[in-house]
């Protein structure tokens, strides 16, 4: 199936009723907000600081995933062992320190990806209803789109924290099908990663990747989805 998703007006009217769209890596450049948050938390921990490209590889499976990745990444490269002991003994320091530093910066370094608002746009002039899901805490979700005038698009926005498991597991997707009254095989994914396209896989759904997004530094095309775009500007044309 691979590839055989038609991505013009007519054909996504005919065979879809709606869309589930990530944020980070897809919509939203964030990478810069990410770095900057973690760089103010690594030094209030009186740790080294992180190379803003390794931080693009820990991006997409939510807060938690991400601060532990960091700080095993930080603690080996200064030379302590990351004992899975230690990481947990800074954690509450860390996330509490990254909580305040990123809802300080959300949006600031970020800037929306070319395209972005304009695909939005065809999906609903297709008639597609449209809902935002990403892994990032809907705390910090929603500002941000409201920051870069992408909210009114959405019918709905849920992140990491909605819901009891967070995307590649099929859960968020489901349950979000469930919130717009939509079949997951007439709902479209379209997100950034492998996460994207697991989660919309084992839940039935159709899925776009985007090919400029983080996806833990590997192509995006190298990972089984419908169709791939270089720009959401591509969706409904």
């Given at each position: 199936?691979?590839?055989?998703?038609?991505?013009?007006?007519?054909a996504l009217?005919?065979?879809?009723?709606?869309?589930?769209?990530?944020?980070?890596?897809?919509?939203?450049?964030?990478?810069?907000?990410?770095?900057?948050?973690?760089?103010?938390?690594?030094?209030?921990?009186?740790?080294?600081?992180i190379p803003?490209?390794?931080?693009?590889?820990?991006?997409?499976k939510g807060?938690?995933?991400?601060?532990?990745?960091?700080?095993?990444?930080?603690?080996?490269?200064?030379?302590?062992?990351?004992?899975?002991?230690?990481?947990?003994?800074?954690?509450?320091?860390?996330?509490?320190?990254?909580?305040?530093?990123?809802?300080?910066?959300?949006?600031?370094?970020?800037?929306?990806?070319?395209?972005?608002?304009?695909?939005?746009?065809?999906?609903?002039?297709?008639?597609?209803?449209?809902?935002?899901?990403?892994?990032?805490?809907?705390?910090?979700?929603?500002?941000?789109?409201?920051?870069?005038?992408?909210?009114?698009?959405?019918?709905?926005?849920?992140?990491?924290?909605?819901?009891?498991?967070?995307?590649?597991?099929?859960?968020?997707?489901?349950?979000?099908?469930?919130?717009?009254?939509?079949?997951?095989?007439?709902?479209?994914?379209?997100?950034?990663?492998?996460?994207?396209?697991?989660?919309?896989?084992?839940?039935?759904?159709?899925?776009?990747?985007?090919?400029?997004?983080?996806?833990?530094?590997?192509?995006?095309?190298?990972?089984?989805?419908?169709?791939?775009?270089?720009?959401?500007?591509?969706?409904?044309?």
């Open positions: 199936m691979s590839g055989a998703l038609l991505l013009g007006a007519g009217r005919a065979r879809l009723d709606a869309a589930i769209v990530d944020l980070d890596g897809t919509l939203v450049d964030t990478l810069d907000d990410f770095a900057a948050a973690l760089g103010g938390m690594l030094q209030d921990l009186g740790l080294p600081a803003t490209a390794a931080v693009a590889h820990r991006v997409g807060s938690e995933h991400l601060l532990r990745s960091v700080l095993e990444h930080v603690l080996a490269q200064s030379g302590q062992a990351p004992a899975a002991t230690k990481i947990e003994a800074l954690y509450p320091a860390a996330w509490e320190s990254y909580q305040r530093h990123y809802r300080r910066i959300n949006g600031v370094h970020a800037r929306v990806y070319p395209g972005a608002a304009e695909g939005l746009a065809a999906l609903r002039a297709a008639g597609l209803r449209l809902a935002c899901l990403t892994n990032k805490p809907r705390a910090f979700a929603e500002p941000l789109l409201q920051a870069k005038g992408l909210a009114p698009h959405f019918e709905w926005v849920f992140g990491g924290d909605s819901f009891a498991r967070k995307k590649p597991d099929p859960l968020p997707l489901l349950k979000t099908c469930e919130a717009l009254g939509t079949l997951p095989a007439r709902t479209l994914m379209v997100g950034d990663s492998s996460n994207d396209a697991q989660a919309a896989r084992a839940a039935g759904c159709p899925v776009v990747l985007v090919t400029y997004g983080y996806n833990h530094g590997q192509s995006a095309r190298s990972v089984d989805a419908d169709a791939w775009v270089d720009s959401l500007a591509e969706l409904g044309r």
